[in-house]
């Protein structure tokens, strides 16, 4: 039987991180995956493939909406989406065949299959033939991810009602498409479809979009995707049922402010209501590791479970299911069984939506600022006020919100929603991590023209009103 000092169960963005860093740090190292490639969700099927979509959609919708206005002409423009879709597996391959040169640049030893505990220390490998491997580890930890969910009576057909799974392997493109949940797979994924010509129509239970985040990113976000894109959004709708008829699906929603129940029809329907702990046949029971209320695995503050000798990250876990997060928890993880002291700072994780514009977010929103009852200033910059936007032309929508402590001027959150406020969003992170105030973000030298410009201004804006250029 192989002995090791740690196993990592899953080799998404937090599985395969764990493992390189508990490598690094001298540990005899094996990484299990059901899955015959490496990399998660994120890379197989999530982060990388939509945005190798969003990419290529967005080159088409500017190439017909924008370049013109820069003076550049093009004739018989078209979109050819299976090959559009071709080029999405091609990035997924060299990302995952990336993370097989890793495992073996870091002697991480990789066992397909799939595993589960049979005690605290031996974990079971079967392999696609039914062959079992047992693996004998002084540590462990879980990554496995996570699972689209559906909603109570509907039925994902994989053909018509789909997952995000099965949204980035279509081959055709839909005439109408009904996505029911407008949180990020919904926005994305809608707005990869809409560029390339679908009719979308985004049905959501609550009163805004991505919800979660500061109420002020939804509106601008739904106003933008509806004049430029052509979304029909209908919020404070609750889906009840989709039936498929052919090639046809009906999707029925009660409108909760009207009372009344209505009907959607479509080509496709997406589900995109969020995703559930994946921990299907782990054997949880056998080594005596507890799930919480929502059935993730239980973890403490240091991502320990209660068992000693198991940790989980990710996914799986409570907290954001974001990829970034898996990964910080995978380095803390491993860091921990070397004996470190690590750190993790789950307030200042972002999160992006990789629409356009883009959607980025730090620290606390302004409705959570009310509810905890903290005296807060805020300070906004719209991109219509800056020279680096207006010189893209196109760039000019959205603005920066930023934060600060009434009292003491520490910035408390950040919030965005314009040209790559995916990066932008880094500077806004750094500041918290060295628990800046508004005016240290204010008196940084800014490059000119740059859009990250406007965080000075916003920062300006929350100091005591003196943005220059608004
Ligand atoms: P996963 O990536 O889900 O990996 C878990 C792995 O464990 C899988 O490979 C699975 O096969 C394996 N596994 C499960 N059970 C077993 C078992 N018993 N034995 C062996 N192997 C097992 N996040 C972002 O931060 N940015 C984005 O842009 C982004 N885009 C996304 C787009 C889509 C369409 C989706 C669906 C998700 C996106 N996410 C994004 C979320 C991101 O993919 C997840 O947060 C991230 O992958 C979680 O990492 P993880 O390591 O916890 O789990
Ligand atoms: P989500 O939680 O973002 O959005 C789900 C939406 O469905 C919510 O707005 C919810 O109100 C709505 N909903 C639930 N029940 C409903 C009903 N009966 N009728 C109508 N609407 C209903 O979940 P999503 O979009 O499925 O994404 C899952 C996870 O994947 C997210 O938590 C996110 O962390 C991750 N992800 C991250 C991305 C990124 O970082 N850019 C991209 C894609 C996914």
Excluded at 381 to 399: I, N, Q, T, V
């Amino acid at each position: 039987m192989d002995q090791y000092d740690v196993v990592v169960i899953g080799s998404g963005p937090g599985g395969y991180v764990a493992a390189i860093r508990c490598a690094q740090l001298g540990m005899k190292t094996a990484l299990v995956e059901r899955y015959p490639t490496l990399g998660g969700t994120c890379l197989n099927v999530g982060c990388i493939p939509s945005k190798a979509l969003l990419d290529s959609s967005e080159h088409f919708h500017n190439a017909q909406h924008t370049f013109e206005k820069h003076g550049i002409r093009l004739q018989g423009m078209e979109v050819d989406y299976p090959a559009m879709v071709a080029r999405k597996r091609e990035v997924v391959d060299l990302s995952v065949k990336g993370i097989d040169f890793l495992m073996k640049k870091n002697k991480i030893q990789v066992h397909y299959g799939h595993g589960s505990y049979e005690d605290a220390h031996t974990i079971k490998v079967t392999k696609e033939g039914g062959e079992e491997v047992f693996l004998k580890t002084k540590k462990s930890i879980i990554a496995t991810g996570s699972k689209p969910m559906t909603l109570p009576g509907i039925e994902i057909d994989k053909k018509r009602i789909i997952t995000s799974t099965e949204a980035l392997e279509l081959e055709e493109v839909p005439e109408r498409l009904v996505v029911i949940g407008g949180g990020v797979i919904g926005l994305e994924l809608g707005s990869v479809m809409a560029r390339v010509g679908t009719d979308v129509t985004v049905v959501e239970y609550a009163d805004s979009l991505i919800g979660a985040m500061d109420k002020s990113l939804g509106k601008e976000l739904a106003k933008v995707l509806k004049r430029d894109l052509g979304f029909s959004i209908s919020l404070q709708h609750k889906v009840t049922g989709v039936t498929h008829h052919g090639d046809k699906v009906i999707v029925t929603a009660e409108d909760m402010k009207k009372g009344k129940e209505v009907a959607f029809e479509a080509d496709y329907c997406l589900v995109a209501v969020g995703r559930r702990p994946y921990t299907d046949r782990l054997g949880l029971e056998k080594a005596g590791v507890k799930r919480d209320e929502k059935g993730r695995v239980d973890v403490d503050t240091t991502m320990q479970t209660n068992v000693p000798d198991i940790y989980a990250i990710g996914d799986v876990v409570k907290g954001a299911m974001l990829a970034h997060k898996a990964e910080e928890e995978g380095v803390f993880v491993a860091e921990l069984l070397a004996g470190q002291k690590p750190h993790i700072n789950h307030h200042l994780i972002p999160g992006v939506i990789y629409t356009w514009p883009e959607v980025a977010a730090v620290g606390y929103t302004e409705e959570e600022l009310k509810k905890n009852g903290t005296a807060y200033k805020t300070g906004n910059f719209p991109f219509k006020a800056s020279g680096r936007a207006r010189a893209s032309m196109d760039d000019r929508f959205g603005f920066i919100k930023v934060l600060a402590d009434a009292e003491t001027d520490e910035v408390l959150g950040v919030h965005m929603i314009g040209p790559r406020a995916a990066d932008m969003i880094m500077e806004a992170v750094m500041a918290m991590e060295f628990r800046a105030s508004a005016e240290d973000l204010s008196r940084a030298c800014h490059a000119h023209p740059t859009f990250s410009e406007a965080i000075k201004e916003a920062a300006l804006d929350a100091t005591d009103k003196r943005a220059i250029h608004f």
